[in-house]
C-alpha cells in the first residue's frame, strides 16, 4: 500500500470520526432539549394550576369508588377559592413525603378569618387524625397540595409498576434505550 492510499485512509477516518463526533453531540442535544421542554412544560402546568404538583397518581384504594389505585388525577390550587366540604383535596402532612389524596369531612371556622378542615378517605371508616402529624387535629390551608378537578382511570399505573418493581422499571427504559439507538439517523 503506497503512502497515497495510506493518506486517504487516514483522511477518511478523520472524516468519519469528526461525523461521529457531530452526531453523538447531536443526540446529547436533542436529549437536552427533550428534558428541558418537559420540564418547561411542569412549571408551566404549576404556573396555571397554581399548585406546585399538578399531576399525581392515586397509590392506595383509600378514595375508592371515586379513584382507584393508578388513577392520574388534575389539580388546581388557587389560593382565593374557599376549601369546601365534599371537596376532594390533595394535601401535605410534616413527615411525610408521598401527599395523600382525601375528601374534606368536615370545617372548623374561627372569629379571626382562618379556616381549618378534617379529611377522610372515602373507603375509610375514621377521619384522617391518624395520618397527621403527631398532635395536629386539623389542616390548614398552607397543607393543600391541590383541589382535584378531573382524572383519567388508570393511567398512572405505569408509575406505580415502576416503583413497585424496580426491574421492570430498568427493564423498560433499557428497550427504549435500544429502540432509540436502532432508530436513530
Request: no cysteine; aromatic share 10%; hydrophobic share 45%.
Amino acid at each position: 500500500m503506497g503512502l497515497a492510499s495510506m493518506l486517504q485512509i487516514d483522511e477518511m477516518m478523520g472524516d468519519f470520526n469528526r461525523m461521529n463526533k457531530r452526531q453523538s453531540l447531536y443526540q446529547v442535544l436533542s436529549f437536552a432539549m427533550i428534558v428541558s421542554s418537559a420540564l418547561m412544560i411542569w412549571k408551566g402546568l404549576m404556573v396555571v394550576t397554581g399548585s406546585e404538583s399538578p399531576i399525581v397518581v392515586v397509590l392506595s384504594g383509600s378514595m375508592e369508588p371515586a379513584f382507584h389505585r393508578g388513577d392520574l388525577l388534575f389539580l388546581t390550587n388557587f389560593k382565593e377559592e374557599p376549601v369546601r366540604v365534599g371537596e376532594i383535596v390533595v394535601f401535605k402532612v410534616e413527615g411525610r413525603d408521598i401527599p395523600i389524596v382525601h375528601r374534606v369531612i368536615k370545617l372548623h371556622e374561627k372569629e379571626d378569618g382562618t379556616v381549618k378542615f378534617l379529611t377522610k378517605g372515602d373507603n375509610n371508616n375514621v377521619d384522617d387524625r391518624g395520618l397527621y402529624a403527631p398532635g395536629q387535629m386539623w389542616l390548614m390551608k398552607k397543607d393543600i397540595v391541590g383541589r382535584v378537578r378531573g382524572f383519567l382511570p388508570y393511567v398512572g399505573i405505569i408509575t406505580i409498576f415502576m416503583n413497585e418493581y424496580p426491574r421492570v422499571k430498568w427493564a423498560i427504559l433499557s428497550v427504549l434505550a435500544i429502540f432509540v439507538l436502532l432508530h436513530r439517523e
